[in-house]
T-cell receptor, first 110, second 113 residues
Framework: GEDVEQSLFLSVREGDSSVINCTYT??????LYWYKQEPGAGLQLLTY?????DMKQDQRLTVLLNKKDKHLSLRIADTQTGDSAIYFCAEGLETYKYIFGTGTRLKVLA | EAEVAQSPRYKITEKSQAVAFWCDPISGHATLYWYRQILGQGPELLVQ????????DSQLPKDRFSAERLKGVDSTLKIQPAELGDSAMYLC???????????FGSGTQLSVL
């Protein structure tokens, strides 16, 4: 079946790097996405990676994809207090479906 | 920058009442999605439209929920009658095509008392 799993919480100190991990089960994904959600708001697309890529860098964000292990990670360099939010990974499937994880709550300590 | 518009932002209603949410996707986006997000969980798909046609409504509780996208542009999601368990964030999203980037609106936070 289709399932995306993430750890629930991550706490880091301001200025450190954050790494948020995600595993998925469906191998037919075309793109994989990372979204950020602040309290009471919708989901904001942060970055995405095509399923045949291994890595993508976008300013402070680095996405790593291990397709063999179905593992996706998001690294945030120089984490700031404004990065505190819930981060969702999602699979985009060929069938127009998007499967979301349960979200990782990132807390950045000053 | 183009955005997905949703209204209202917040809705408080009593159980057994009817509620309706509106969504206007990014211009040109043929695919529109309604998701429900319960606090502490990820979004769950309720219904997906391709233009004016329903592609997937397998998770929509059809005894009380209905959705339409009559002209293939904006969409309305209705709940009648609302139940306490319907309290959640209702998110609309749109994309340009299959597995394309999905853009979300700000959501409607529903509280059923």
């Amino acid at each position: 079946g289709e399932d995306v799993e993430q750890s629930l919480f991550l706490s880091v100190r301001e200025g450190d790097s954050s790494v948020i991990n995600c595993t998925y089960t469906d191998s037919s994904s075309t793109y994989l996405y990372w979204y950020k959600q602040e309290p009471g708001a919708g989901l904001q697309l942060l970055t995405y990676i095509f399923s045949n890529m291994d890595m993508k860098q976008d300013q402070r964000l680095t996405v790593l994809l291990n397709k063999k292990d179905k593992h996706l990670s998001l690294r945030i360099a120089d984490t700031q207090t404004g990065d505190s939010a819930i981060y969702f990974c999602a699979e985009g499937l060929e069938t127009y479906k998007y499967i979301f994880g349960t979200g990782t709550r990132l807390k950045v300590l000053a | 920058e183009a955005e997905v518009a949703q209204s209202p932002r917040y809705k408080i209603t009593e159980k057994s009442q009817a509620v309706a949410f509106w969504c206007d996707p990014i211009s040109g986006h043929a695919t529109l999605y309604w998701y429900r997000q319960i606090l502490g969980q990820g979004p769950e798909l309720l219904v997906q439209f391709q233009d004016e046609s329903v592609v997937d409504d397998s998770q929509l509780p059809k005894d009380r929920f209905s959705a339409e996208r009559l002209k293939g542009v904006d969409s309305t999601l209705k709940i009648q009658p609302a139940e306490l368990g319907d309290s959640a964030m209702y998110l609309c999203a749109s994309s340009a095509g299959t597995a394309e980037k999905l853009f979300f609106g700000s959501g409607t936070q529903l509280s059923v008392l």
